[in-house]
């Protein structure tokens, strides 16, 4: 099946919804002389509203958090601990702020070693999957086996946060 770029109403619903879908997807980049770089989501974690602690709108609405307030399918890069891009993507309703991290490709094994690859930094904040020409997720029919785990490295949200299975893992092959 040729890949088939996700649309708006992909992304138009609950994180916890969207989050075990994009497991399995293709995440495509375009360089800039036209080599298409392509990887398959391997694993994604939800982070759901200004209630979850582990969630950057967790503080309120920030110049940083602004974009998770915007419309489903709105790419938010972020650098965190001073030297990694880390990409997630908004879902659900404007104004109900909620994304899901891509943590994983079946090649890169983390989120920054999977932006490192695609080339992806802070110039693709706040662009879209939906229309952005050189960023993309796509279809192409694979269903993999799916297992839940707790998400990784949000201690600071407490127990209950912590311990909330919102990570999704491409199980297939394991």
Partial sequence: ???????????HRDCLEVAPDLVGKLLLRKLPDGTILQE???ETEAYRGQEDLACHASKGRTPRTE?????????????????????????GEPEQPQGVLIRAGAVHNGPAKLTKYLQ?????????????????IAE???????RTDVRVGIDYAGEYWKSRPWRWIDNTNA
Avoid: Q
Avoid at 140 to 146: A, F, Q, R, T, V
């Fill in 140 to 146: 192409d029919g694979y269903c993999p086996e799916l």
């Fill in 40 to 42: 398959r989501i391997a």
């Fill in 67 to 91: 974009l998770l307030y915007r419309e489903s399918g709105v790419i938010y890069v972020y650098h965190c601990y001073g030297m990694h891009w880390l990409m997630n993507v908004i879902t």
């Fill in 120 to 136: 992806v930094d802070k110039h693709f904040n706040g662009d879209s999957f939906i229309t952005c020409p050189e960023l993309w």
């Fill in 1 to 11: 099946m040729t890949p088939i770029r996700l649309t708006e109403s992909f992304y």
